[in-house]
Each structure stands twice: as C-alpha cells, then as structure tokens.
C-alpha cells in the first residue's frame, strides 16, 4: 500500500513525527499536556487546548499512532477525496476540544484532571470511520472466536487508551464520540468544506512540501524456464522479452505494440501442435500458461479497470484462474 491518492495522510505522518521529534530536542513537551488545574483553572492557559494537539508525549505514541493512521487513513482519505478528509480532520480536532475541555471541566474533581498530548482523539475519529466504512479482507478463529483481520489494528489502538490512564481513555473515548457525531451527521458536519483560498494555499505551497504520493512501478516479466536461465547474448533478447506492468497505463504507441504481441499469442497453441508434426521448435514455451479467452473473459468482468493485457500477464504467469485473482488483487492494493 502507498500514500497513492492520500497527500493529506502523509502530510499528517509527517506533521505528527516532525512536531514530536522537534518537542524532543528542544525539551518543550512538558508544554503539550492538557491540564485543568493548576495550568487552566489557576493560570488560564487555554492556549494548552489547541497546542496539546500538535505532538505526542512518547515515542511509542507516536509509533502506535503513525501506525494506525498508515492502515485507516489512507482507506478513509481514499474514499472521502482529499478535501472532505482534511475538512474531515480539522472538525474533528475542533469538536474534540471543545469535549476535552467539557470532560475536564466536568470531571477533574473525579480524578480526570490530565490529558496526555497529541492528535489521539483524532486518531480514534478516524479508527472510528475505517471500522464503519472499511469491510474486512478475511476471517479466521482464535481459541473459537471468530475475528477478522481487523484485530490486528485494534490491539495497537488498546496501546494508546492505556498508555497514560485515566486521561488516554478519555482522550479514546472522545475521539469515538466525534466520529459517531461526524458518521451520524448529527450537527451537519458532513457538508462542511475548508475554504477554497486554504485549499489553493495548500495545494500550492504544502502540497510541493510533502511530494510524490504516486505509486512505485512495478514491473513484471513474463518469460519461459529456459529463457530466464540462459545468459542474454545482447539487446536482441531483451527485445523479444513481453513487459507487463501493473503500475501504470503505457504510451499509446507501446499499448499497440503490446495489443499486437497479444493478438500473436491467439495462435500460439496451433502453432505449437504444428511444430509438434513437423518436429519444428521455434522456442519451447514450457513454463508459461496460455490463457484462453474464456478465462480473459472472465477476469475482464471481475477486473473492469484493468489493462487487457495486464489479465493477460497474470494468467501467463498463474497456473489458474483463482492464482491470477490473488495475483491482481494484490498489485492493485
């Protein structure tokens, strides 16, 4: 998985790791906190409200959290579109001050007079949306219970509401009320966009800043046994090689060539029995499956938005139907 289609979560990784490496050097940490008394209800220092949102207290904070916003927020960015994640973002962060600062006034006399710095509460908003919006990839069992992949992240989330009792389960306990709010559009959050001059400042002078969020290419040949085992002699062998790539779209020019190699490849299997009478063996294809066009049919209804002739590299490349599934599957996540 890369930051493909997702500018706005890596630049809040970024933000998160680089507010919270400079707070350690330069030993300010001690002003992110979030405490009621004395800092609020003797020294007025409402400013700690917004400040405490900018870095976390420890470095493992810090790694649970980049974790988490790796595996949700990327999904979530994906399916909201950019602008609404960070409008996203920002209501949260204000709607969870607001409640912080509720939960503290209400119940520091209780023992909840601290909360711990950094973005948890927004965090857990979005935990909150990848677990309504983000179905499961598989389900297995555990001493009988049946649990999804999903567990995995839930326990590294369990790390933080722990981490720093009782003000980080509050913090947690918050940051799901916000995205409950935000989910059921109980105050009409969801329709709330930044203004169009904060998203042309962003996109012209952050957006350079946090830089390339496309995908890495990947390249993948499809080449017989005794081919990948014999030395090339030169270019004229490389040549000859078919390219298929999963990454992105070919040029028009290379599309054609490449659409021609596979209407080659239709008579491949008759021009095989015909060398097979004459004793002719122009270059044996053991190794490599011959799709037939059942099965390119079948892939191409299952995998509309993909290439022609990248189904056809993954049934050369799979001994069936169901290895070449798997194998699309994973290059498009």
Known sequence: ??????????????????TSIIG???DVKHYLHLQFVPHMSRHHQYWRLLVHHLAFASSSDLLVAEIILYSAGIHIERQFGSIKF???????????????????????RIGLNHIPAGPTTLVFSVLFQWFRLVPPVYHFRVFGVSVSNKIFTYILASQLAIAH??????????????????????????????????????????????GSTRSPRRLNRARPDNSRSA????????????????????PAGTRNRSNDQEAGTGGSVMREWVNELTGRAEQ????????????????????????????????QRSP??????????????
Not at 1 to 9: G, I, L, W
Not at 199 to 210: C, G, K
Not at 296 to 311: E, G, H, K, W
Not at 322 to 330: D, F, H, K, T, W
């Open 24 to 26: 350690g050097i330069f």
């Open 231 to 250: 030395p090339a002699s030169g270019s004229g062998n490389l040549g000859n090689e078919e390219v298929i790539t999963t990454a992105r779209p070919t």
């Open 320 to 333: 069936n139907v169901e290895r070449a599934v798997e194998m699309l599957l994973s290059s498009s996540g």
């Open 165 to 210: 009792l009782p003000g980080s389960a509050a913090s947690v306990a918050i940051g799901l009320l916000v995205g409950l709010i935000y989910r059921s559009d109980f105050v009409n959050l969801k329709s709330w966009r930044l203004l169009p001059s904060v998203i042309r400042f962003a996109t012209r002078y952050l957006l350079p800043i946090i």
């Open 1 to 18: 998985m890369s930051f493909e289609h997702a500018p706005v979560s890596k630049g809040l990784m970024m933000s998160c790791a680089l």
């Open 86 to 108: 960070a409008s996203f973002a920002i209501a949260s962060l204000l709607l969870a001050t607001t409640l912080e600062f509720l939960s503290l006034l209400l119940f520091h």
């Open 284 to 315: 044996p294809s053991a190794g490599t499956h011959v799709p037939n066009e059942a099965e390119i049919a079948q892939l191409t209804s299952m995998f509309p938005d993909v290439q022609r002739d990248v189904i056809v590299g993954a049934l």
